[in-house]
């Protein structure tokens, strides 16, 4: 079992920064990979970025540039630069693990709005 802590988010103004941080706890030696995904209202849950245990990354087209996922063994920071409106969205961490299951957090929510 791993359990998925959450925090970071808000409101923020389009152009401006906000960080993410997700804190996994519980059998997390088998993790194998981290990530945060997002929904938007009437829209399907998205990857926004992953990071594995050897620190490849993998981003959406949209956050390419702008967002930077970091790790530290069960602990991942999404810096969010640049944000735009379209960046409104709950953000969901996930731990994937070795044999497939995945775990996720109870969201935050982020919006981007003057």
């Known amino acids: 079992q791993v359990q998925i802590v959450e925090s970071g988010g808000g409101l923020v103004q389009p152009g401006g920064s906000v960080t993410l941080s997700c804190v996994a706890s519980?059998?997390?030696?088998?993790?194998?990979?981290m990530a945060w995904y997002r929904q938007a209202p009437g829209k399907q849950r998205e990857l926004v970025a992953s990071?594995?245990?050897?620190?490849s990354t993998n981003y959406a087209d949209s956050v390419k540039g702008r967002f930077a996922i970091s790790r530290d063994y069960a602990k991942i920071t999404v810096q969010m630069n640049m944000v735009k409106p379209e960046d409104t969205a709950v953000y969901y961490c996930?731990?994937?693990?070795?044999?497939?299951?995945?775990?996720w957090g109870q969201g935050t929510q982020v919006t981007v709005s003057p």
């Open positions: 996930t731990a994937v693990m070795t044999w497939g299951d995945s775990y």
């Open positions: 519980g059998d997390v030696s088998r993790i194998s990979e």
């Open positions: 990071v594995d245990n050897n620190g």
